[in-house]
Nanobody, 127 residues
């Protein structure tokens, strides 16, 4: 069982920045994948970014490319989502997710749901 705990959400004005953190418990195997997802009220959940375990390759949703950065600090069991140039449409509950999978499907577009999820952290961007 992998445990995930998000933090760092809050309220910010458009154009501002936030950094979300996801603390994770130890992975038994090295082929893990981690991702950030978000869900706005009345909308479907959307994949935001993924990273191959150990600081490998990353993928991003088109809507956040060049504004958001996913990274991992392996020594501290943390994954971050740095969010810059925030827009009101970024307002959502953000979730950290993880599981074991081949790196070829560690992407925001892979139609494979994650096994482990955090409780979420809310981000509100005002105009």
């Amino acid at each position: 069982q992998v445990r995930l705990v998000e933090s760092g959400g809050g309220s910010v004005q458009a154009g501002g920045s936030l950094r979300l953190s996801c603390a994770f418990s130890e992975f038994t195997y090295s082929n893990y994948c981690m991702g950030w997802f978000r869900q706005a009220p009345g909308k479907e959940r959307e994949g935001v970014a993924t990273i191959v375990g150990g600081g490998g390759s990353t993928t991003y949703a088109d809507s956040v490319k060049d504004r958001f950065t996913i990274s991992e600090e392996n020594a501290k069991n943390l994954v971050y989502l740095q969010m810059n140039s925030l827009k009101p449409e970024d307002t959502a509950m953000y979730y950290c997710a993880a599981d074991y999978r081949d790196k070829s499907i560690c992407t925001v577009v892979a139609d494979v749901d994650f096994d482990y999820w955090g409780q979420g952290t809310r981000v509100t961007v005002s105009s």
